[in-house]
Each structure stands twice: as structure tokens, then as C-alpha cells.
């Protein structure tokens, strides 16, 4: 599989699993939903301090994403 690819469907597979909606997480991590949207997408990807508020929040691991 393409690693690239992989982030934004374990993102949103991730979420899911919180029960967050995208607004929700993207509240919670001080970002926009636009911004939340681009991620799960693989349109871009986040810093290295949203990245890891992103794994504490979804409880999941960074090698997990």
C-alpha cells in the first residue's frame, strides 16, 4: 500500500472510533475542519505538533497513523 494514502484513512478510521465528528476533532485540536478535511484526504499533511495532539486525542500511536 501507499504509505502516503495510509495516514488520512487510519485518521478518519480513527476518529470514527472516538465517535468524533470531523468539526468535533478538528475543535479539540484548535484547527480548522477545512484543515481536518485536507489530512483525511492526503491533500496535506499535519505538523509534528498536531500529528502527536492528533495520536494523544484518537488514542492511537504515531506508528499507528
Do not use: M, W
Not at 488520512?8 to 477545512?34: H, P, T, V
Amino acid at each position: 500500500a501507499d504509505k502516503t494514502k495510509i495516514f488520512g484513512s487510519r485518521l478518519r478510521s480513527a476518529r470514527k472510533a472516538q465517535n468524533l465528528k470531523q468539526f468535533e476533532l478538528a475543535k479539540i485540536l484548535k484547527i480548522s475542519g477545512a484543515a481536518l478535511s485536507y489530512y483525511e484526504s492526503n491533500t496535506h499533511k499535519p505538523d509534528l505538533n498536531v500529528f502527536y495532539l492528533i495520536c494523544k486525542k484518537l488514542k492511537v500511536t504515531p506508528n499507528y497513523l
